[in-house]
């Protein structure tokens, strides 16, 4: 099916929908326990009350000719998102790199190697990081639910406590405070919350996600990317834990796996370095000896968790009530009671709505429409800076990383020049130079030449050394100043004498990173919204 400019819409496998048949949502609704097809579902097969039936329905859709256009348009979206981040990625890399003093590359160092320099690495970034994650960490919040009337304070009371349950059990400030680590270091971090499984202590789980293992729609605007059409997630899983998962789908992971390579680790092009480093290292590196004969294979997938959007034309969404907003799900008892006791009424309108695909690069291991109600991502982004052209984050270390590299190479050449010696000298008045070279080097030189000639000038560049300290000196006081975190802010002493200066420097400070925090309340409120919403839903 084509829209009016001639492309086909997103996600729309079929080219023929037809209309959901749904319950009738007219009168007295009646809570049921299993679950039913909601709207959204319409493209995916209907379940039936004998499980393997389903199984196999599912896989014949999967391997159809709508799930490979599915397929097909999902990895589309992948491919180009991964193009178009992939320079902002790399330069997100290299901030992270610059905080784990990670600040010369490899043709750096052979460059001063050759010129007998040392690789010194003074990092003025990782106090001034680390004093704004310390600030966060001693600042923990909480969530508290607040009801709208009288009769919802109790309820009220019982989901702040059941939050507070959830956040306790997932470890949920250990959680913000590394999501919150990669928005100042790299420019973003993210928050997930999710379902938990059998093993897990809560029946919802808040946890961080790796920003190298996440891409989004980079066209999207607004702060929480609601506006985006789809956020994806990778993962490299053993095949054996893979096949565990998805049975019935043994031998499209079995082709996955073999074209990402057996034993050794091949790169499939699926990815960039941000992505795979750890699992490139984790092949490539071995102990030397006789070990090297050792054999352990292990085969890898990747997998891509594909959340998106599709349109739907009539979907039943609830007005008024404590849930309004939410696409109604027959199966809630709360928006059972909400519609049966009149708060609330049942309105038909055209709805984006969260589906669910994974998948590898050989095709689709399943897809089905997002088991949250809330019908939002599960992911929520901590944002550091923004680019204006682009969007594109970055963090603080962004605007240090070219001073903190001048003052690494002023302090190379300062060392350099204090240890080194330049020796002038006639031809003929000592019979082997590098034993004069060698001799001049040393502070108790004693250097003989010959009768009839000039003896060795040994000249030292001492001056030159002093120039380059001096210019360290002012690097380090331009990194605080370009970071916002002066010396009062960690406590050290300075020209400022009384108290109120001193308070003044240290506000002053405050005012240049608090963006950092007001993006952290911003996230953590979108991910408390979600969060609820899936409490209120799974307990």
Known sequence: MLNEQGAAPMFNPD??????????????????????????????????PDPN????????????????????NLMGHYIRELDRQAENRVQMAMDE??????????????????????PLVFNMIHTSVNWVLGSQRRSTMDYRILARNERGVQAAERKTQLLKHVSDASHFESATA????????????????CQGSDDDHAKVIMRSENWRSMLYDSTAVRYDLEDARYQMRVKWLDVDIAMGLWRHRAGMIERAANESGSGMFMSDDLGDDAMDFQEIEHFHSYAGGNRQNAVANRDRVRVIECWFKRMVPDAAVLKGGQFHGELFDPYSPGHVAEYNEGRAFLSTRPRQVVHCALLT??????????????????????????RARDGMPYGMIRGLRDIQRDLNRRAAKSLHHLSTTRVVTEEGAVDD?????????????????????QPPKIEADRDIAAAHVDMMSRDAQMIQQVSGVTDENLGRKTNATSGKAILARQDQGQLTTSLFFDNLRLSRAIHGEKSLIMVEQYY
């Not at 039936?53 to 097909?72: E, I, M, V």
């Open 15 to 48: 080219e023929k929908r037809n209309r959901p048949s749904g319950d009738d949502v007219s009168g007295s609704l009646v809570y049921h326990g299993g679950r039913k097809k909601a709207p959204g579902d319409t493209f995916l097969p209907d379940d039936t």
């Open 53 to 72: 039936r389903n199984l196999k329905r599912k896989t014949a859709w999967l391997d159809s000719p709508q799930g490979w256009n599915l397929h097909t």
């Open 97 to 118: 790199d610059f905080y784990d003093h990670i600040q010369f590359t490899d043709e750096e160092l052979e460059i001063l190697a050759e010129r007998g320099q040392a």
């Open 178 to 193: 590394d999501a919150f680590q990669s928005a100042v270091k790299a420019g973003v971090g993210w928050l997930e919350a």
């Open 361 to 386: 690069d050989s095709g689709l291991l399943d897809v089905r429409r997002s088991p949250y109600r809330h019908n939002r991502f599960p992911f929520t982004p901590l944002w550091g800076y923004r």
């Open 433 to 453: 130079l590098e034993e004069l070279r060698n001799e001049a080097a040393r502070p108790d030189a004693v250097i003989q030449y010959k009768k009839g000639f």
